[in-house]
T-cell receptor, first 113, second 111 residues
């Protein structure tokens, strides 16, 4: 158990509505990540954080923003959801830093109608 | 486009046989590689990793081989069991904070 909790686990929303996904970790690790997983694309990095208030963009960051006001929480926000953002979103931590592996949460399935 | 892996091929093996799952990576400067297992409805689970200064690493029933000359990674699972049925992903440490994943291989183990 990597000590990661994602919420909500499932959400259905409509195009144009804002959505926030939360990732909570219990072990105060510095590095946190948001990935999306789509058929045929594997996992792709959206945003990551290397500390409180320190975040940066990943490969597919358009349409997403993040915030990290506390070490334990990393929020992913879709300001105005689109159908192309229907996906499974995974949060990950990297306990051993940039030298080590990622540990993933259980995922949040988002459907945008 | 994808920098790592193949477009979700499938591999079907008989219980007890050995499985070999292959992966191609794109960045010759990548120095760290990981294999993950993902069961339906769950997050990817770490299996084994290898650094670029090694060409082989063994775990419990699993072995990872790295061929830097052709940028190829493989995962060998010995005595495959039904519980090994899952999608397997390789990942490369593309650029420190950017761990890039392949599309995965679906392994099915027949009893």
């Amino acid at each position: 158990d990597a000590g990661i909790t994602q919420s909500p686990r499932h959400k259905v929303t409509e195009t144009g509505t804002p959505v926030t996904l939360r990732c909570h970790q219990t072990e105060n690790h510095r590095y946190m990540y948001w990935y999306r997983q789509d058929p045929g694309h594997g996992l792709r990095l959206i945003h990551y954080s290397y500390g409180v208030k320190d975040t940066d963009k990943g490969e597919v960051s358009d349409g997403y923003s993040v915030s990290r006001s506390k070490t334990e929480d990393f929020l992913l926000t879709l300001e105005s959801a689109t159908s192309s953002q229907t996906s499974v979103y995974f949060c990950a931590i990297r306990p051993r830093g940039l030298d080590g592996e990622l540990f993933f949460g259980e995922g949040s399935r988002l459907t945008v109608l | 486009g994808e920098s790592v892996g193949l477009h979700l091929p499938t591999l079907s093996v008989q219980e007890g046989d050995n499985s070999i799952i292959n992966c191609a990576y794109s960045n010759s400067a990548s120095d760290y590689f990981i294999w993950y297992k993902q069961e339906s409805g769950k997050g990817p689970q770490f299996i084994i990793d290898i650094r670029s200064n090694m060409d082989k690493r063994q775990g419990q029933r699993v072995t990872v081989l790295l061929n830097k000359t052709v940028k190829h990674l493989s995962l060998q699972i010995a005595a495959t069991q039904p519980g090994d049925s899952a999608v397997y992903f390789c990942a490369e440490n593309y650029n420190n904070n950017d761990m890039r994943f392949g599309a995965g291989t679906r392994l099915t183990v027949k009893p």
